[in-house]
């Protein structure tokens, strides 16, 4: 099983060709990103790039493996990104429900401010009648209640 610095190590020096670069990227040494790719193909028992002084490729195998786990790597981190985001409350869903067309077009103005400032909420809008308004807040299917 490969470790996160691992993955990490290996994609970004796939597609940069360059140690150098790719040790800025990840913000370590270029020792640390060489020792670690030489220790990952020994455990895999394969090379994954070739090397000279100038230049640094990816073997058959690499350019496989960076093709196989890249898109599935970004789409966990994008998950993980996203779960923290969610839990530190920066992203979620707000439901807000209005009577009437002049509490909508106030709650037009909020939602613009709310966009700007809160950009990984989205808002829901429900336009509801007293009694399924009031219900529906209860319930804790709205989160907000425009009144007129």
């Known amino acids: 099983m490969l470790e996160r610095h691992e993955l990490d190590a290996f994609l970004t020096l796939a597609e940069e060709l ?6 800025e990227r990840l913000r370590v040494s270029t020792a640390r990103i060489s020792q670690t790719i030489a220790r990952l193909e020994r455990r895999l028992g394969v090379p994954l790039f ?3 002084s100038r230049r ?3 073997t058959a195998t690499g350019r496989r ?3 196989e786990i890249g898109p599935e790597w970004a789409r966990i981190r994008a ?3 996203r779960a923290i985001e969610h839990g530190r409350g920066t992203t979620g869903t707000l439901t807000v ?6 509490s909508g077009q106030l709650l037009v ?3 613009e401010v709310f966009g700007e400032r809160l950009p990984g909420w989205a808002l829901l809008w429900r336009a509801d009648g007293g009694t399924a308004r009031a219900r529906a ?5 709205v989160d907000l209640l425009g009144q007129p």
């Open 18 to 23: 360059h140690f150098g670069s790719t040790a």
């Open 50 to 52: 070739t090397r000279t």
């Open 56 to 58: 640094v490729e990816l």
């Open 65 to 67: 493996l960076a093709e």
């Open 79 to 81: 998950a993980l990104e």
């Open 97 to 102: 429900a209005f009577v009437g067309a002049a």
């Open 109 to 111: 103005g909020v939602a």
């Open 137 to 141: 807040f209860a319930e804790a299917a």
